[in-house]
């Protein structure tokens, strides 16, 4: 009865593909984000939405596409991986008038060869 | 430019004593901070926060200090238990509303050893 789930947990592929990510939240939330854990272990916002509209978008390349089919779910596209790309992609999820207070998935352990 | 610093990487303390986690910020417009707990292989879990209009927050064996003047808080925990082995996070916010986001430091690696 997982809170926020993500999958899949772990992605190996080669430079250049496509692969997406999918997370789902059943806590009833309407705000959802993707954060970026890379090597020097910082945790970054890359995307934000709330009630499917787009609120946060970092500078993140063109190439990560979010997309929000309905409240509960985020998913991440990424086209034509990069090396630059392989980190931990964690989702979130929030009520908006607790915003500070973010549910985390398990995490996706993206590796490019 | 790190906006959230923790600056030890890990903190060992013994079962029973208390364990103190630091935190720096440097963006002097942070008005929310937040502790967030983190095992390995799981995302990280909201454990306590503190506004800026506040110096200290309490939840249990978990305390949160704030110093605004010096741009610095810490976790306090007391009696540290073998449970609290984990990866602390400190995070803050700058801004209400839509465009709310956290700012994460890169996390303190704690140890109790039983």
């Known amino acids: 009865d997982t809170a926020v789930s993500q999958t899949p947990k772990y992605l190996v592929t080669q430079m250049g593909n496509d692969k997406s990510i999918k997370c789902e939240q059943n806590?009833?939330?309407?705000?959802m984000y993707w954060y970026k854990q890379d090597s020097k272990k910082f945790l970054k916002i890359m995307f934000s939405?709330?009630?499917?509209?787009?609120?946060i978008n970092e500078t993140v390349p063109n190439r990560f596409s979010p997309k929000s089919p309905d409240k509960a779910h985020l998913n991440l596209h990424i086209n034509s991986l990069e090396l630059g790309d392989s980190a931990v992609y964690f989702c979130?999820?929030?009520?908006?008038?607790?915003?500070?207070?973010?549910?985390f998935g398990p995490g996706t352990r993206l590796t490019v060869t | 430019d790190q906006q959230v610093k923790q600056n030890s990487p890990s903190l060992s303390v013994q079962e029973g004593r208390i364990s103190i986690l630091n935190c720096d910020y440097t963006?002097?417009?942070?008005?929310?901070f937040l502790w967030y707990k983190k095992y390995p292989a799981e995302g990280p879990t909201f454990l306590i926060s503190?506004?800026?209009?506040?110096d200290k927050n309490e939840d249990g064996r978990f305390t949160v200090f704030l110093n605004k003047s010096a741009k610095h808080l810490s976790l306090h925990i007391v009696p540290s238990q073998p449970g609290d082995s984990a990866v602390y996070f400190c995070?803050?916010?700058?801004?209400?509303?839509?465009?709310?986001?956290?700012?994460f430091g890169k996390g303190i690696t704690l140890s109790v050893r039983p």
């Open positions: 979130a999820s929030s009520r908006w008038d607790t915003l500070y207070e973010q549910y």
């Open positions: 806590l009833g939330h309407d705000t």
């Open positions: 939405y709330n009630n499917k509209e787009l609120i």
């Open positions: 963006n002097s417009m942070f008005d929310y």
């Open positions: 503190i506004s800026s209009i506040k």
């Open positions: 995070a803050a916010s700058a801004e209400a509303g839509a465009n709310s986001k956290l700012t």
